[in-house]
């Protein structure tokens, strides 16, 4: 079944702390992105990456670093520069070979402060 | 600045109305325009793209350029329509970025 997997589902950081959260697909796409889901202000994006071994910031990067070693991973570091980390983070990929193609989802994890 | 706008946070109707979930952008190159829909407990999809001029679901939602609107509608209304909607744009381009609204929440009551 392919499709974008994000683990874990729930995730719980400690103060200075900083934790991984996890992308893959199997999709076969070169373009994987990362928003950030907070009430109120729909998805903004951290990261995207149009293929692998590079990535551009979005529009709230400070505090997140990503790396795209594999076509099919995408993971998203939050580190302790992230002030407020509490929100619902959704990975996302697409076939950027043509243009406007979909994005697609994975089921997000979300994460809280300890 | 590139912005989309949806200015309804809940719309609630009765099953059988008619629907409109409204949304606004400002760019001012060509955009192409989305709305991806979230059921409960499912993953956020696309319902519908402007390129494409169809209608998914019965509903349909028609670009127009000269009131920045991308409005999504439906003649009437079913229970199974109640999620979250959000309107997004894709610059012109092939970045793929995608700005998105900040969602609408659509409740049909029985």
């Known amino acids: 079944d392919g499709g974008i997997t994000q683990s874990p589902k729930y995730l719980f950081r400690k103060e200075g702390q900083n934790v991984t959260l996890s992308c893959e697909q199997n999709l076969n796409h070169d373009a994987m992105y990362w928003y950030r889901q907070d009430p109120g202000q729909g998805l903004r994006l951290i990261y995207y990456?149009?293929?692998?071994?590079?990535?551009q910031k979005g529009d709230i990067a400070e505090g997140y670093s990503v790396s795209r070693e594999k076509k099919e991973s995408f993971p998203l570091t939050v580190t302790s520069a992230q002030k407020n980390p509490t929100a619902f983070y959704l990975c996302?990929?697409?076939?950027?070979?043509?243009?406007?193609?979909?994005?697609?989802f994975g089921d997000g994890t979300r994460l809280s402060i300890l | 600045a590139q912005r989309v706008t949806q200015p309804e946070k809940l719309l609630s109707v009765f099953k059988g109305a008619p629907v409109e979930l409204k949304c606004n952008y400002s760019?001012?190159?060509?955009?192409?325009l989305f709305w991806y829909v979230q059921y409960s407990r499912q993953r956020l999809q696309l319902l519908l793209r402007?390129?494409s001029r169809e209608s998914i679901k019965g509903f349909t939602a028609d670009l127009n350029k000269g009131e920045t609107s991308f409005h999504l509608k439906k003649p009437f209304a079913q229970e199974e329509d109640s999620a979250m909607y959000y309107c997004a744009l894709s610059r012109s381009g092939n970045t793929g970025k995608l700005i998105f609204g900040q969602g609408t929440t659509l409740q049909v009551k029985p």
């Open positions: 990456s149009q293929i692998v071994n590079d990535f």
């Open positions: 402007h390129i």
């Open positions: 760019y001012s190159g060509s955009p192409e």
């Open positions: 996302a990929s697409s076939d950027n070979r043509v243009r406007n193609q979909p994005q697609h």
